[in-house]
């Protein structure tokens, strides 16, 4: 079975703070990892894939299939940041995506 | 930005009654998706449609039908609604390409209060 735990309800930093949000996930075979985010009053938007390997807005994020984990960083958070994230996974086969129960972030300036 | 646009925003219903949450799109994708969001549950996907003669069930199914009309419609529709299915309900859609991809593009959602 797939499965995303994100174990923060809410992670509250300081403008400049460093941030990570925790994304762990319980899957037999090769995973697809995504972050997506939804910033107050806008629509649940894709924010990266592991796959492309990218930085948006200044977050990155590592598949580390030891540990299970695929955890969003930022080095400096800015109150822009301030939104609810959901962790999704995506099995081989039928593209379905399993979404996490979400970490909402709050950058205090 | 009303590429995949839900009706309607906000119902309040009463136990029993018939609802039906529609979203049509105008990005021209073939996959639909509806999603329901819960409080500490994160989201939770009801049915799927990869084409108009694909539909399929999702992991929390029971208690809600889908139809999808057109290509650019997926409507979901609670026979009997019940106090439990009070919840914040989106639509999504994805090309081939986007589901290959992974990226859904998500409706603004629907919030339904049952009482």
């Known amino acids: 079975a797939q499965r995303v735990t994100q174990p923060e309800k809410l992670l509250s930093v300081f403008k400049g703070a460093p941030v990570e949000l925790k994304c762990n996930y319980s899957?037999?075979?090769?995973?697809?990892l995504f972050w997506y985010v939804q910033y107050s009053r806008q629509r649940l938007q894709l924010l990266l894939r592991?796959?492309s390997r990218e930085s948006i807005k200044g977050f990155t994020a590592d598949l580390n299939k030891g540990e299970t984990s695929f955890h969003l960083k930022k080095p400096f958070a800015q109150e822009e940041d301030s939104a609810m994230y959901y962790c999704?996974?995506?099995?081989?086969?039928?593209?379905?995506?399993?979404f996490g129960t979400g970490t909402r972030l709050l950058v205090s300036p | 930005d009303a590429d995949v646009t839900q009706t309607p925003r906000n119902r309040i219903t009463k136990t029993g009654k018939r609802i039906m949450l529609e979203c049509s799109q105008t990005?021209?994708?073939?996959?639909m998706y509806w999603y329901r969001q819960d409080p500490g549950l994160g989201l939770q996907l009801i049915y799927y449609?990869?084409?108009?003669?694909?539909?399929n069930k999702g992991e929390i199914s029971d208690g809600y039908s889908v139809s999808r009309q057109a290509q650019a419609k997926f409507s979901l529709s609670l026979e009997s609604a019940i106090p439990n299915q009070t919840a914040l309900y989106f639509c999504?859609?994805?090309?081939?390409?986007?589901?290959?991809?992974?990226?859904?593009?998500f409706g603004e959602g629907s919030r339904l209060t049952v009482l």
């Open positions: 999504a859609t994805s090309d081939v390409t986007g589901a290959n991809t992974g990226e859904l593009f």
């Open positions: 899957y037999s075979g090769s995973p697809e």
């Open positions: 592991h796959i």
């Open positions: 999704a996974l995506r099995g081989t086969g039928f593209q379905k995506l399993v």
């Open positions: 990005k021209g994708h073939d996959r």
């Open positions: 449609s990869f084409d108009v003669k694909d539909i």
